[in-house]
């Protein structure tokens, strides 16, 4: 029944079109055929020529535009540059444009390679060639421009961020250096004494969810908190001077132990080209050899793991702390300037640059100390005023999630990219590199790449804050996290659907 109307309808739809066409085939010979045509008619005629040439020209023209668009397409995604699909993008699209989580092929579960390569800018890629990275940003997925730093932009705040999920004020190292205002002890890196550091971090979780965590430097992993214990063959504290090829080394090691014993989050840490960075800015040669060197430390890790056949397998997460920006001794705002509105003394400052975090004593009046800073920032007479901004710390732009912490000074300057805070003029001319500026600086924005079966190939994700990053590693892990600051749109956007 079905089938006969079915060969109904396409009979007649067959006999509709040849009607339609039979005319036009025999336009030829119309003269013979059809009797003279009036004026009117000729003058028809003469229209729907021009109509078709018209609609002869659009189709060609829009053929070009489509051709065009698809080359276009086809080129952008070649390359890595395709749209950037936005965070609330639905999962259809998604799938439609990246496909689907690859199965794994060699492992029985998940595992994670977390990478921070210290201080590596947002743009420091296109200074050389940098083929490894570029294997797993061509493969893999890109937050452009970068990510997004949490305020202040330095190493300890913000490689714990990653860890943890949560802002600064609320996992308590909200600097490199600061000062507990109730027991006036001093906070610095290399203390991991944990009441300093609140939170659980990543591998605190991978721990507490029955899997193995392994660490291979990172701020914080060292502390010995919860059912966490920094200890071998897993965990090492930290020494700078291990060499960057033992750590990769170490790393790959962890993937010739019998399942039961393989780690399913490592991390694995890098000084460079931080260190450089501060010694001759972000656009010197020397960054170019530091980061040429990172990159051949990520072909020795990818490397091995091919050749152990699990590179496919693995996740891989490539990213930094912060940027870098160039600084110059003629960029610099002088506390000693601020006399006779106001005189700080060194032990005031808690941090003075590029964070001018101040704590006066407590028989001190701080609105009346921020007051006269004001006034004298007003006043016409301190050079470069203009690039400094001295909030009360309750009055800081939302937007940096730094108020709610004992531990973050009452008064906090901000100074403009590449400024720096002294005391007072020295004769030292120099020319380096810092971190810590506004996390909204493009300058300050780290890279984030992320490669695995989970991560859609040669993919362009909008930069995101790192506080993210947690909930996409346990996501990844499929572990249950702990509470924080960040939200599953990274997770939801980043990771592809499984089939
Ligand atoms: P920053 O002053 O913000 O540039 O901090 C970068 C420095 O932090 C690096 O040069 C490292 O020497 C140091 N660092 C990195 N990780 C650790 C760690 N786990 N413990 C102590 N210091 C560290
Ligand atoms: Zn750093
Ligand atoms: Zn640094």
Redesign the pocket.
Known sequence: MGHAALSISSTGAAEEAQQNLLPLKSSSSSSEIFPAKSETEQQRDVDMQWRARFSFAFGVAATIVACIALAFAFFSHRYGNQTIPSFDSDSDSVVGRWGFARPLKSLNKPAVILIST??FRYGYHWKVPLPNINRLRFNGTEAVPGMIPVYPS???PN?YSIATGLYPAWHGIIS?VFTDPTSEEKFH??IIDQKWWLGEPIWESVVRNGLIAATF??????VSKGLWNCSLPYCRH?N?SVPFEDRVDTVLAYFDLPEEQRPSLITL?F?EP??TG?QVGADDPHISEAITRIDQMVGRLIDGLDAKNVFDDVSIILLS??GMVGTCDKKIIYLEDFEPWISIPRDWADELSPVLGLRPPSDVDVKEVYQNITEALNSGKVANSEFLQVYLKEDLPARLHYSKSERIQPIIGMVAEGYKVEMKRSSAKECGGA??YDNEFLSMHPIFIAHGPQFGSGRQIPSFTNIEVYNLIASILNIEGAANNGTFSLANTALLPSR
């Open positions: 210290d201080g330095l190493t300890f490689h490199n890196p290399g430097f990172w701020p914080g992993s060292d930290y700078q840490y000084e931080d260190h501060h702390d912060h971190h810590g």
